[in-house]
T-cell receptor
């Protein structure tokens, strides 16, 4: 696609439910990143992928968070047993590779946990 | 203490003014990103630089790796420049695990 696409753009869920957020990066970009932006807070790194591999998952806030990437393309961020503190905008970005610089961001998925 | 500090946190200017936003970092980085986020909008990458200066239109970014400092300048500011400007440092020569500043909210009044 022409840009990074994220879905859903908005998700309202009840506490305790599982949610899946999807990111479709720019075609040919091998590096993909997930970030979180909570209300009034700065951007927080969650996880990155080089191809289908996620070498470092230490940025994930808890074991309720997981992410995968298949075919070197689409990535899914899954949050299990959502809590109110998970409410945030989840942003995905991609770049040509880990070294080559420019980041291209999606519009984000706004998650609200009631 | 955040490893990447921006100043000012908020900046209000009149149209046409020259704007400077500063970014200092305590971590060792190999490159620094400047990002722009419009209210309710997505994030756009403005610059990635590891040395010297880059210019794009009315925007200029400079970095001094030794002093661990970067600046973003906007010449002839315009109300459409109103946005949050974020700097982020990457270590290890890759985009892996960017450390973000908290952002500078710029408002340019007509």
């Amino acid at each position: 696609g022409a840009g990074v696409s994220q879905s859903p753009s908005n998700k309202v869920t009840e506490k305790g439910k599982d949610v899946e957020l999807r990111c479709d990066p720019i075609s040919g970009h091998t590096a993909l990143y997930w970030y979180r932006q909570s209300l009034g807070q700065g951007l927080e790194f969650l996880i990155y992928f080089q191809g289908n591999s996620a070498p470092d998952k230490s940025g994930l806030p808890s074991d309720r968070f997981s992410a995968e990437r298949t075919g070197g393309s689409v990535s899914t961020l899954t949050i299990q047993r959502t809590q109110q503190e998970d409410s945030a905008v989840y942003l995905c970005a991609s770049s040509r590779n880990l070294v080559a610089g420019e980041l291209f961001f999606g519009e984000g998925s706004r998650l609200t946990v009631l | 203490k955040n490893e990447v500090e921006q100043s000012p946190q908020n900046l209000t200017a009149q149209e046409g003014e020259f704007i400077t936003i500063n970014c200092s970092y305590s971590v060792g980085i190999s490159a620094l990103h400047w990002l722009q986020q419009h209210p309710g909008g997505g994030i756009v990458s403005l610059f990635m630089l590891s040395s010297g200066k880059k210019k794009h239109g009315r925007l200029i970014a400079t970095i001094n790796i030794q002093e661990k400092h970067s600046s973003l300048h906007i010449t002839a500011s315009h109300p459409r420049d109103s946005a949050v400007y974020i700097c982020a440092g990457n270590s290890g020569g890759s985009n892996y695990k960017l450390t973000f500043g908290k952002g500078t909210l710029l408002t340019v009044n007509p």
